[in-house]
């Protein structure tokens, strides 16, 4: 089954089981000044469940476009080193306004999943929420029966935390317990020495959450109590490269027929093979991820720039062009040319990309020639400096490679590459020094999303706080199971 197919199904059964099916909201939030980027399923759904519209259906079904880089969701710095994290990813959801409930949902949840797709019931495993005594909130044992009527035991449901099994808007407004499906894609081997269970929620690779249930139940107050809502509502998301994975029977997101065409496009312009050399893996991974976000939220209308949504956006193309330059040698715009791979490959779900191909594309190749025209600047400034450092103890002090950074948006790994090509090494926590104080200065950004809508303070303008600090070393030595 490709990956087309997997998600027709999916439209195709919640189509069977009485909802209307709708196309994906656009990923740029333009009307809500709370929210840059759609970043779950249920986002544009929001006014029906606050109850500030009607829900022109009591029943929904649909992929959605999601981007999660800034705020309460923020997958970035995974992107590239984990398997199952991207920036840009489709959320497949079901929906029920005030309609059916926890039974139905969790129902045709398993009915699809193992019934439709196939996957192994031996490999999934279910997750309640398990209460939380300090917050006065029971456990959801309306869910767990349900599920040990579904799976006949009790064997693969687990308790979970607030964290991972309990949903909420924001400080107030609906929330409720959730009931997430994981799946363990190890081999026999494997699942022999550690069983499955002890993996769930876990950071680990292969044992992966897919689909998350959130019952709407209650109404937090500002006193903070919780009441019943008048209607009750069904919320689900699935991660759909996730469930390709699982369908497919890979071992990574990146393996599957959603990412393969692109991959292979990035390996053979870089002319590398992957899966030789985990440095080049990564950046093939970061490339084939962003490019996905760069070219929907152009089309979808959020142009890179130098502020707010727009620097959002701009700073991930830099961060694509930085492990493009630096770990496959890409010294040209090149980006921009993966663009039609991508349209034609979403041309049957998402027309938009295909409609707009020459612009995007245009948009990517004009930002990915100015950044690397900084890039140069950079380096002729290390040229120029190269002497001083010579002097100082083969070392690039805190301070230029600060500056490098913040003016020059170059990432300290790559100074610190750089440097190690002339035989000099990086004053890291000199670096880190002027990083923080930059961090202090910042620290009132007007964007601070912490829960899922918080207010935007339209006044002020994103400051640059800069690339993530940390080196490719490092990461990889966090990331070392993957
Ligand atoms: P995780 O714990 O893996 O970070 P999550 O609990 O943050 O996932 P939810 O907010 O519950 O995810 O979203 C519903 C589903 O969307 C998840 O079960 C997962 O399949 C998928 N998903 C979430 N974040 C991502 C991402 N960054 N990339 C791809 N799929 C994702
Ligand atoms: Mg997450
Ligand atoms: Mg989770
Ligand atoms: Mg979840």
């Known amino acids: 089954m490709t990956s087309n197919e997997i998600r027709k199904q999916f439209l195709d059964f919640f189509a069977s089981k009485g909802h209307h099916i709708v196309p994906s909201a656009p990923i740029v939030v333009k009307d809500d000044p709370t929210l840059m980027f759609i970043n779950s399923g249920m986002a544009p759904f929001k006014d029906y469940f606050l109850g500030n519209k009607p ?33 840009m990813f489709e959320m497949l959801g079901n929906w029920s306004f005030g309609d059916y409930f926890k039974k139905d949902a969790l129902h045709w949840a398993w009915e699809l999943l193992t019934e439709v797709y196939k996957l192994p019931k031996d490999r999934l ?42 949903w909420e808007m924001g400080d107030t407004g609906p929330c409720g317990p ?18 499955g269970k002890d993996l769930v929620n876990n950071d680990h690779p292969q044992v992966v959450e897919i689909w998350n249930n959130v019952f709407m139940e209650f109404n937090r107050l500002q006193d903070g109590s919780l009441v019943k809502l008048p209607a009750q509502h069904v919320d689900t998301g699935m991660g759909f490269e996730r469930l390709c994975m699982a369908i497919e029977g890979k071992q990574s997101n ?35 991820d962003h490019i996905r976000t760069l070219s929907f939220a152009i089309a979808d209308g ?18 694509a062009v930085r492990y493009a330059f630096t770990f496959l040698n890409f010294k040209k715009p090149f980006f921009y040319s993966i ?14 990309l295909k409609q707009q191909q020459s612009f995007v594309m245009r948009v990517i190749e004009e930002e990915e020639i100015a950044f690397l025209r900084t890039l140069e600047n950079g380096l002729k400034r290390l040229d120029t400096l190269e002497e001083k450092f ?15 950074y ?28 002027e990083m923080e104080q930059q961090k202090n200065r910042s620290r009132n950004a007007s964007v601070s999303e912490q829960s899922d809508w918080v207010i935007v303070n339209d006044e002020a303008e994103t400051e640059f706080i800069g690339y993530d600090h940390e080196t490719t070393e490092t990461r990889m030595l966090r990331y070392r199971k993957v």
């Open 55 to 87: 829900a022109p259906y009591k029943r929904i079904a649909d992929t959605q476009k999601c981007l999660r880089v800034s705020g309460k969701h923020n997958d970035l710095e995974e992107v590239g080193y984990d398997t199952y994290h991207h920036t």
């Open 125 to 166: 495993y279910v997750s309640v929420f398990g209460g939380d005594p300090s917050e006065n909130l029971e456990r959801d044992m309306e869910a767990f029966e349900l599920w040990k009527g579904i799976l006949g035991s009790e064997e693969r449901i687990l308790f979970g935390s607030k964290k991972d099994n309990f």
């Open 178 to 195: 959730c009931s997430e499906i994981h799946i363990d894609l190890r081999s026999e081997e494997e699942v022999a020495k550690t069983p």
């Open 254 to 288: 990146y393996d599957t027929s959603v990412f393969q065409p692109l991959i292979q496009f990035i390996s053979d312009a870089a002319d590398i093979k992957y899966g030789e050399n985990e440095k080049t893996d990564i950046a093939t991974r970061v490339i084939a």
């Open 302 to 319: 959020q142009l890179p720039s130098n502020n707010k949504a727009g620097y959002v956006i701009r700073r991930i193309l830099r961060r």
């Open 339 to 352: 663009v039609p791979t991508l349209a034609d490959q979403m041309a049957s779900v998402f027309p938009e």
């Open 390 to 404: 010579k002097q100082n103890g083969n070392v690039i002090d805190g301070k230029t490679a600060f500056e490098l």
């Open 406 to 433: 913040d003016t020059f948006g170059f990432p300290l790994d790559l100074t610190a590459l750089i440097a190690r090509e002339k035989g000099l090494t990086v004053d890291e926590a000199g670096f880190n020094v």
